[in-house]
């Protein structure tokens, strides 16, 4: 799948705006069609090099969007419901070890 993501391609260094292929879902994530966005301090220190990530690299730990697809031990998500998320890790269109709630 061809997504659109914010890129970081070296430390401090500027986002840009790219098309990445993204994989399947592995068996603990969901992916999520991202409908809004936020960029936080977090996101700036990972651009900055503060928790040593390796390059390139795609932040955003803030969303909202509808699930799309899910791995198969994802337990408490499902394709179309529409969710209000904070990822653990950086991920873009992606939630890694999922903390979200589906909002009702």
């Known amino acids: 799948m061809e997504i659109t993501a914010a890129v970081v391609r070296e430390k ?10 993204l994989t399947d879902p592995r068996p603990d994530e969901a ?5 809004a966005s936020g960029m936080c ?7 900055d090099g503060y928790y ?3 390059y390139p690299a795609v932040y955003g730990h803030e969303g ?9 031990s994802v337990t408490k998500f ?3 419901i529409t969710s209000s998320s904070r990822f653990r890790g950086a991920a873009s ?7 979200c709630s589906p909002i009702a």
């Open 12 to 21: 401090f260094g500027a986002f840009t705006i790219d098309r990445l292929e």
């Open 78 to 80: 499902a394709p179309a």
């Open 52 to 54: 040593n990530t390796p």
């Open 31 to 35: 992916l999520v069609r991202i409908v």
């Open 64 to 72: 909202a969007g509808v699930v799309q697809a899910v791995g198969n």
């Open 41 to 47: 301090q977090t996101d700036l220190h990972g651009r």
């Open 93 to 99: 269109a992606r939630i890694v070890d999922a903390t």
